[in-house]
Antibody, heavy 118, light 112 residues
């Protein structure tokens, strides 16, 4: 059974940085697109970024372009999200999700909470 | 960006009765391969989202057959033939045709 476990969330000051990690198990990680999806407190879902299986293609929502970087290590079955210049509006639970293309998210992690506040 | 809308935003339901949620996209979600890139997700209270439907009408593995998806072009529908208590939560549609992927605002389903 596929399992995704996020880590790295926490409290950070505005302008600060954080690195999120997503450890995958139970499936061949390198066969799937991987994405980050976030959910601000009490709000809906927002797709943040994704990356093709081999890392050759990556995309971001406009609000994080130039500040966030998605990466992956297929040998370690891990997905990452480097977040810089964090803003209050980045406060959210961040989920990693597996997809056969950049949708069809058939497995999700439990999420990690990022709080940007002074 | 493709804008997704849903209606209603709140849906009180009676167990055993049918329910229906509408999702509309600002552009056609039809890909050149003939598939509509429209997903449906359910987020139960306190849980991560789960995939219900992809390609507009294909049920994901393990999803009960009381859930069905339909639609074409820009108009899509999720139907629950007979609502059960475990179906409460927020339902989201999402378009996966174009980057960035975009979700609808969600439809909150609860028991009357």
């Amino acid at each position: 059974e596929a399992q995704l476990v996020e880590s790295g969330g926490g409290l950070v000051q505005p302008g600060g940085s954080l690195r999120l990690s997503c450890a995958a198990s139970g499936f061949i990680f390198g066969n799937y697109w991987m994405s980050w999806v976030r959910q601000a407190p009490g709000k809906g879902l927002e797709w943040v970024a994704n990356m093709r299986q081999d890392g050759s293609e990556k995309s971001y929502v406009d609000s994080v372009k130039g500040r966030f970087t998605i990466s992956r290590d297929n040998a370690q079955s891990s997905l990452y999200l480097d977040m810089n210049s964090l803003r209050a509006e980045d406060t959210a639970v961040y989920y990693c999700a597996r997809g056969l293309y950049f949708g069809r998210f058939d497995s999700w992690g439990q999420g990690t909470l990022v709080t940007v506040s002074s | 960006d493709v804008v997704m809308t849903q209606s209603p935003l709140s849906l009180p339901v009676t167990p055993g009765e049918p329910a229906s949620i509408s999702c509309r996209s600002s552009q056609s979600l039809l890909d050149s391969n003939g598939y509509y890139y429209l997903d449906w997700y359910l987020q139960r209270p306190g849980q991560s989202p789960q995939l219900l439907i992809y390609w507009a009408y294909t049920r994901a593995s393990g999803v009960p057959d009381r859930f069905s998806g339909s639609g074409s072009g820009t108009d899509f529908t999720l139907k629950i033939s007979r609502v059960e208590a475990e179906d409460v939560g927020v339902y989201y549609c999402m378009q996966a045709l174009q980057t960035p992927g975009t979700f609808g605002p969600g439809t909150k389903v609860d028991i009357k």
